[in-house]
């Protein structure tokens, strides 16, 4: 359904009014799960580099342990990172009209598993075969 034109001017006169608050703009950033999302994989880069430089430097100065240190720190950071961007990808469960659902990847990235391909052929079949 189309806005009338006093409901068009309302709309950009409120999108104007919103666009220049900066308050409103930090906090929908600071709501914005993008900005998280960016600012972990940032603090992760910076620990694999910090792991890194450790690593050499344990090298360097001929302390095994020291280095190991250093690539379990970058291990770990790099788990943090791809866990994190895994989670910003993936779907959250969302509760419409009292039920809750959620997607599933099936192995083959088609219609669904194979349980629940099956489910769907159960469900098609003709009402005489029981």
Do not use: C, N
């Amino acid at each position: 359904m189309p806005l009338s034109e006093h409901e068009q001017r309302l709309f950009e006169q409120i999108e104007r009014s919103l666009a220049e608050d900066p308050k409103f703009a930090s906090a929908v950033r600071a709501s914005d799960p993008r900005f998280h999302t960016r600012r972990r994989l940032l603090v992760a880069a910076g620990v694999v580099i910090a792991g890194l430089a450790l690593l050499i430097y344990g090298a360097v100065i001929k302390t095994p342990p020291l280095a190991v240190a250093g690539f379990v720190v970058m291990l770990a950071s790099l788990g943090y990172a791809v866990q994190s961007h895994r989670r910003s990808q993936s779907p959250d469960l969302h509760v419409v009209g009292g039920t809750t659902s959620r997607r599933t990847r099936g192995r083959t990235g088609r219609r669904g598993s194979f349980l629940d391909r099956m489910e769907d052929r159960w469900r098609q079949r003709p009402e005489g075969h029981r």
